[in-house]
Nanobody, 123 residues
Framework: QVQLVESGGGSVQAGGSLRVSCVGS??????????MGWFRQAPGKAREGVAA???????YYADSVKDRFHISRDNTKNTLYLQMNSLKPEDSGMYYC???????????????WGRGTQVTVSS
């Protein structure tokens, strides 16, 4: 059974930086073949795709985070990262990592999800 565990969220002032991580386990195939994504959800809003990274480290970014966020992965550690710089209050929300075996991008469906880590950006 796939497990994804996020960490690294917290509170930061606008303009600051945070790095969130996601460690995966229980994959039926090697971690490196999976597309991994970061999604976020603010209260009262729909969940949205933020960034995704393919098995060959190709990347996708939402327009709202392009040039501020950087997604990366370490396949030796089954770990996904999201470096978030120049944070804005509108970046606040619960950040989830997700995995899918086929295809990749910022839209669902993804087959496996973590429970999320909270990011709060104050103005």
């Amino acid at each position: 059974q796939v497990q994804l565990v996020e960490s690294g969220g917290g509170s930061v002032q606008a303009g600051g930086s945070l790095r969130v991580s996601c460690v995966g386990s229980g994959f039926p195939h090697i971690y490196g073949v999976y597309c991994m994504g970061w999604f976020r959800q603010a209260p009262g809003k729909a969940r949205e795709g933020v960034a995704a990274i393919t098995s060959t480290s190709g990347t996708y970014y939402a327009d709202s985070v392009k040039d501020r966020f950087h997604i990366s992965r370490d396949n030796t550690k089954n770990t996904l990262y999201l470096q978030m710089n120049s944070l804005k209050p509108e970046d606040s929300g619960m950040y989830y990592c997700a995995a899918r075996r086929y295809g990749c991008g910022l839209t669902e469906p993804y087959s496996d999800w973590g429970r999320g880590t909270q990011v709060t950006v104050s103005s």
